[in-house]
């Protein structure tokens, strides 16, 4: 009788100093003091591996120590028990960029979610994952000379040693003026609530009147940091897009001589875009040397100016390791060759200067580097000259919307309370539909090429 009489002390003993245990871990994680919470935590799972609770509650701590292959083991021996724990599974697949899970992970919190700012928060991640997904699928490969940390008021000291591109001008409020080498033109920005790219031509010796660049390019309330290459017809510059990847971001488009239009801007994505602010992308074609500034891994009053080579033909990545694909997309720390561009839109080749006349059916398509349609009759694939000209159609239908956005924003801002609350959801409609359209010319030209590129390997 006397050994099961000790049994059952031991045991009630035993049960006393877990419920303490248990208690102080759980003070502890409410203080969050998440080191001392875990090593107590640590302690009731030796006892107790399989309790949901310290499971869940141990890898929140080491979440919130920085050790997310811990917190994602252990979370994942949750099991269904706690809605929360898909949520913060998304976020640290997020952290860590692995992009398929995390937005698999957010879609499972969302079946079971009730708090409304994180159901928001987690479709917000799920929209930006996507983001990075389609970016991710183009990576260039260049190689890295330099990076140079300077304070945001005086970052044009890297651009310096490159004024053979060009010269730039900053203002107080850090609005960008950009002259051609051969100071004949410069392009530069106008407002300040609202900031549109404006070109301007020399005159003998004064400047012709600022002409505002069109609604393609100033398709955003905020545009900045331009910059032309010699050819005269491709311009860079930095815009805060809604549909970018945060920030300012990079963007090119290119003068269609045969249309007398400016095409629809790229993305020029990663590594030369983030979700920090990323802008004023130059080259230095006599040097062949590249430079573009971002914000990323730097304070909020520094900037790190990259310098790069100029790539003779761009390459990209291809059956890499999703964690080496992330590194060299975010240019991590020990990153130094290696990045991730779009691909460039197809529209005149970099330092052509010819004119086309303009005739019946004359068009100008880039299928590659060596070879450009100049008429319906070249493409080979029935099929990809229904889509292109179903792409024509698009890109008129977008170019009306841009049109219509911008003169809804002029509207906007020169009208009254009443008439700004109208004209806010056409607004935002007009907005959400260009995002659309820009994705789906993007893909009718990357199908295009696919098709006619498909009957070259016949």
Not at 398 to 418: G, I, K, S, T
């Amino acid at each position: 009788m006397r050994p099961v009489f000790l049994i059952i002390i031991w045991s009630l003993c035993s049960l006393a100093v877990m419920a303490q245990s248990a208690s102080q871990a759980n003070s502890l994680f409410q203080a969050a003091d998440y080191q001392a919470a875990s090593v107590e935590y640590g302690k009731l799972l030796k006892r107790s591996p399989n309790n949901t609770l310290y499971l869940y509650r141990y890898a929140r701590c080491a979440q919130e120590l920085g050790d997310s292959q811990t917190a994602i083991r252990y979370f994942q021996h949750t099991g269904n028990q706690f809605v929360l724990t898909y949520f913060w599974l998304g976020e640290l697949y997020m952290e860590q960029w692995h992009m398929d899970q995390a937005i698999a992970s957010y879609q499972r919190y969302l079946q079971s979610a009730d708090d409304a700012q994180r159901i928001a928060t987690a479709q917000e991640r799920i929209r930006q994952a996507q983001k990075i997904q389609k970016y991710l699928r183009h990576v260039q490969q260049i190689e890295l000379i330099r990076q140079d940390t300077l304070s945001k008021g005086e970052f044009l000291k890297a651009y310096d040693p490159y004024r053979e591109a060009g010269s730039w001008e900053q203002d107080s409020i850090g609005r960008i003026m950009f002259t051609t080498p051969r100071a004949d033109r410069r392009i530069s920005v106008t407002g300040q609530d609202t900031m549109w790219l404006v070109n301007q031509y020399r005159l003998l010796d004064q400047w012709s009147e600022a002409d505002t660049l069109p609604a393609t390019i100033n398709f955003t309330l905020h545009q900045n940091y331009p910059f032309m290459l010699s050819d005269g017809v491709t311009l860079y510059f930095a815009a805060q897009d809604s549909n970018g990847l945060g920030g300012y971001d990079i963007y090119i488009t290119r003068y269609n001589s045969a249309t007398e239009q400016f095409t629809t801007p790229e993305n020029v994505g990663f590594p030369f875009n983030s979700e920090r602010n990323d802008y004023l992308m130059v080259m230095d074609e006599s040097k062949q040397v590249g430079l573009f500034a971002s914000d990323r891994h730097c304070g909020d009053d520094s900037v790190i100016v990259y310098t790069y080579h100029l790539p003779g033909e761009r390459t990209y990545w291809r059956n890499i390791d999703e964690d080496s694909l992330a590194a060299y997309a975010r240019l991590h720390a020990g990153v130094s060759v290696s990045a991730v561009s779009m691909p460039l839109p197809p529209a005149e080749e970099e330092g052509e200067m010819e004119e086309m006349a303009v005739e019946e059916k004359t068009i100008r398509w880039v299928l590659n580097d060596s070879t450009v349609y100049t008429s319906e009759d070249d493409f080979l694939n029935d099929s990809a000259l229904h889509t292109y000209h179903l792409y024509l159609e698009r890109e008129q239908e977008y170019q009306q919307v841009v049109q219509q956005l911008h003169d809804e924003r002029l509207q906007y801002m020169n009208a009254d309370a009443d008439t700004q609350q109208q004209l806010t959801p056409s607004i935002l409609q007009l907005e959400n539909r260009q995002g659309q359209m820009q994705q789906e010319i993007l893909e009718l030209m990357q199908r295009i090429i696919q098709l006619e590129t498909s009957e070259y390997s016949r």
